[in-house]
Nanobody, 121 residues
Framework: QMLLTESGGGSAQPGASLRLVCTAS????????LSWFRQTPGSEREKVAS???????NVAKSLAGRFSISRDNSKRTIYLDMIGLKPEDTALYYC???????????????WGPGTQVTVSS
C-alpha cells in the first residue's frame, strides 16, 4: 500500500505564495502520474495539476497563471507552487497517484490525507 504524504499547507493572506509538497512512499506503476486535487465543503474534488514521471506536466487552465507543478523523481516528490493566492483558493489539497494522469478523482489509485490551505485577510 503506497502512502502519500502532503505538507506545506497553512494560512496565507491574499496575494501570498505557498508551496505544497507531496512525497510517495515508493516508486512504481502508480507513481507514473502524481497529481494535485482540491476540494471545498459541498463541492466535488477538482484537479489542479499533474506531473508524469517522464516530465510532462499539466495545470488546470484557470490556474495556470498562478500555479505550477514540478516533480523530483529521485525524491518521489511533487511540488505545487502557488502565487497570488486568492480566498477562492481556500480548500483541502490532496495528492493523488495513478498509472496515468486521469482528470477524474475516481480513477486515482492512492490518495494522501490532504493539507488545508486557507487564504484570508
Amino acid at each position: 500500500q503506497m502512502l502519500l504524504t502532503e505538507s506545506g499547507g497553512g494560512s496565507a493572506q491574499p496575494g501570498a505564495s505557498l508551496r505544497l509538497v507531496c512525497t510517495a512512499s515508493e516508486s512504481g506503476h502508480y507513481t507514473t502520474c502524481l497529481s494535485w486535487f482540491r476540494q471545498t465543503p459541498g463541492s466535488e474534488r477538482e484537479k489542479v495539476a499533474s506531473a508524469y514521471d517522464s516530465g510532462r506536466r499539466n495545470v488546470a487552465k484557470s490556474l495556470a497563471g498562478r500555479f505550477s507543478i514540478s516533480r523530483d523523481n529521485s525524491k518521489r516528490t511533487i511540488y505545487l507552487d502557488m502565487i497570488g493566492l486568492k480566498p477562492e483558493d481556500t480548500a483541502l489539497y490532496y495528492c493523488a497517484a495513478a498509472g496515468s494522469c486521469y482528470d477524474s478523482p475516481d480513477l486515482q489509485k492512492f490518495w494522501g490525507p490532504g493539507t488545508q490551505v486557507t487564504v484570508s485577510s
